[in-house]
């Protein structure tokens, strides 16, 4: 959205019906929004403790001015309470940093679309669910949050479905894409570990992915078997070339974590044995000599404790060539 047009904000303030009016702006996406009224904009600028002009990011594919208040207005209308503001404006900064690539991830006809991972004190702070039913519909902090930051990028970042967005296929995290990591992990969280932010840290992760698949595995019980559950999911994404540069998180349960988190592995023992094997079953691949488990594998532990179900989700192209994960600090 250029400098000079108005806000969200103003869009809906002389209507009969706001809701009707921001849909015949285009400015929703598909689904009913909250009217982001005056009041409510200056709440949620309020609490994010910055002012109302301070531009955050300049916001892919079009650098719309992402302002704090133009953030705020986006927000309102995903649903999200006031204090998700500093997690909204987290997830606005690590989107929208050259590296992740929003521009390309949200103008190629590839699927993908950022996926925000939550992790720290900020989960439990927020209410956002690591737990069952993690990637569906149980907490307002994980809809509202995803749901906001897909419509800053359609309304600020000028990402207007089927006219900018050209995404063949698209997919269902278009609407809202948030996950959190579970605070029994056995790992460090995500941003800390992979992501370089402090210890003891609240961060939010944007990783350009696919929709998740699902890793069944109620027969594991040993490392080095679960291990292999995981590195045939990976392989079967690195042996298309399509994908062989690509990222691939692994999103692992708490039960699978305990597994793969026997005899005290750490992060990289995990990820280095599922890349290897991962790399032995896809077969010879155009990494020019650089270990798989180096070019963008990466663990997350979320999900719920009762059935074996992990999953792995899939990224965009890869770092350097695409798109690379990016964390950013609460």
Not at 49 to 68: C, I, L, Q
Not at 136 to 163: D, F, K
């Amino acid at each position: 959205m250029p400098a000079d047009e108005p806000t969200v904000a103003h869009l809906a303030l002389d209507a009969d019906d706001p809701v009707e009016a921001l849909h015949e702006r285009g400015v929703t996406d598909g689904l009913p929004v909250v009217p982001p009224t005056p009041e409510r904009v200056a709440a949620h600028v309020a609490a994010s403790g910055r002012s109302a002009d301070e531009v955050v990011a300049r916001v892919p594919p079009s650098g719309g001015h992402g302002t704090v208040a133009r953030l705020a207005a986006n927000a309102v209308m995903a649903g999200c309470r006031p204090t998700l503001m500093p997690v909204v404006l987290a997830a606005t900064r690590a989107m929208c940093e050259e590296a992740f690539n929003l521009y390309g991830v949200r103008t190629s006809n590839h699927p993908a679309t950022p996926l925000f991972v939550v992790g720290g004190p900020a989960v439990t702070e927020h209410g956002f669910n690591a737990g069952t039913n993690v990637f569906g519909p149980v907490s307002r902090a994980n809809a509202t949050l995803g749901r906001a930051m897909n419509l800053i990028v359609q309304n600020v970042g000028g990402a207007t479905p089927q006219l900018i967005d050209q995404s063949t296929m698209g997919h269902p995290g278009r609407y809202a894409y948030c996950i959190a990591e579970h605070p029994e992990s056995p790992w460090a969280p995500l941003h800390e570990a992979e992501g370089g932010l402090p210890a003891g840290s609240s961060g939010v992760t944007a990783f350009a992915g696919d929709a998740p698949t699902a890793v069944a595995d109620y027969a594991s019980i040993a490392f080095e078997d679960l291990a292999r559950s995981f590195a045939y999911h990976v392989a079967n994404v690195w042996a298309n070339p399509f994908y062989a540069f690509s990222e691939v998180m692994l999103v692992v349960n708490t039960a699978h974590a305990r597994v793969l988190a026997q005899d005290g592995r750490d992060r990289s023992a995990v990820l280095e044995r599922v890349g290897v094997v991962a790399r032995e079953m896809a077969g010879a691949l155009p990494y020019d000599g650089v270990a798989p488990y180096e070019r963008g594998l990466h663990l997350v532990c979320a999900g719920g404790e009762w059935g074996q179900y992990s999953a792995i989700v899939t990224g965009w192209v890869g770092p350097g060539i695409g798109s690379t994960m990016i964390s950013q600090e609460v």
